[in-house]
């Protein structure tokens, strides 16, 4: 049974804005982390598939297609009650408990889901070896592709049930814009300036949206910037080409002294060869004869190597 196309579906209600008493701010910015809220819509789809799979597992007459929308509405709610419930149940851990519990929104949401999964497996899930086989999670992975094939639970849907989760759990508004104002034009003035914010890279290729306050902290690691070489060349390189620029086509990438082989160690910048062969021709001339004549004594070698250099010289080499 195919999963049901429609979108129609329960999301936690919008606050109103209202006025609020005389001299009370009235109006909040409702702006999240881009990347956090992201980040929570992708535990949805595999949260659901586990549960509904989990869920009709041995049943003759039963889908995990089948049960997807009355679950999908049951997990709304269920997160939305949890993270409404999230202060009191925070102060219950904390007085009851040594076990450290992250605040991190989206590991919070994420247990959320889990749990949510974990109470909708029935009889013979929870009695069977069903929960360790590797046939459920064949079984989960197809219906999450049969989900997103069928535009089952759009990303844009699935995002504005993050932002209301994430504004519940979020207790010290690291991820989430908590100002106020008294009117619409200071809002606005408001958005615009937002650390939360929506930006878009500027990197010529990188499709990432981030929130304006961490748009330099991206900035600064983005695989699409183009940043002068790490080995110093006059070359400026798109990060993620770095590596492979440094090992391949880098000037300045260091290799080895054409005569390594008969005596010379030195590494150098591969554009400097021909000036580090013409500063040192007189010792590569004496590690050459060295090779040839083993049984030469320094002398000898060094009168040899004379002869040579007034041999090159006379005819300007």
């Known amino acids: 049974m195919d999963v049901p196309t429609t979108n129609v579906e329960l999301v936690p209600e919008k606050e109103t804005i209202k006025e609020g008493k005389e001299g009370c701010p009235a109006f909040h910015c409702d702006l999240c982390d881009t ?30 297609a089948s049960v ?43 247990d959320f889901v889990d749990d949510f999964a974990s109470s909708k497996r029935n009889f ?21 592709q049969e ?9 844009d849907r699935r995002e504005v049930i993050a932002q209301t989760l994430l504004k519940n759990v979020d207790l010290k508004n690291t991820f989430h814009c908590d100002k106020k104002f008294h009117t619409t034009e200071e809002l606005a003035e408001h958005v615009v300036n937002c650390g939360f914010r929506s930006l878009n890279c500027k990197n010529e ?16 690691a983005c695989p699409f910037k183009i940043i002068p070489c790490e080995q110093k060349c006059s070359d400026s390189i798109m990060r993620r080409e770095m590596d ?24 150098i910048a591969r554009c400097r060869i021909q000036q580090h062969c013409s500063e040192d021709f007189h010792l590569h001339l004496v590690f050459a004869l060295q090779n040839i004549h083993k049984g030469a004594t ?6 040899r190597v004379d002869q040579i250099v007034k041999v090159c010289h006379s005819f300007n080499i």
């Not at 989900?147 to 990303?155: A, D, I, K, P, S």
């Open 205 to 220: 290729g990188c499709t990432v949206v981030v929130c304006a306050s961490k748009l330099e902290t991206h900035d600064s």
């Open 244 to 267: 492979r620029h440094c090992i391949t086509i880098c000037p300045m990438k260091l290799v080895n002294c054409p005569f390594y082989s008969v005596g010379c160690q030195s590494t």
């Open 124 to 144: 013979f899930s929870r009695v069977s070896g069903w929960l360790l086989s590797e046939k459920r999670e064949d079984n989960i992975d197809d219906f999450i």
């Open 298 to 303: 320094e002398e000898d070698l060094k009168e």
């Open 147 to 155: 989900m997103e094939e069928n535009r089952f639970w759009l990303t």
């Open 68 to 110: 997807a929308v009355d679950m999908r509405k049951e997990m709304i709610d269920y997160l939305t009650q949890r993270s409404e419930s999230f202060v009191a149940e925070t102060i219950i851990l904390e007085g009851g408990t040594n076990t450290e519990v992250s605040d991190h929104p989206y590991d919070i949401i994420s």
């Open 35 to 64: 990347e956090i809220v992201y980040k929570i819509t992708r535990v949805f789809l595999p949260g659901l598939a586990a549960a509904c799979v989990d869920n009709t597992t041995g049943g003759l007459f039963r889908s995990p």
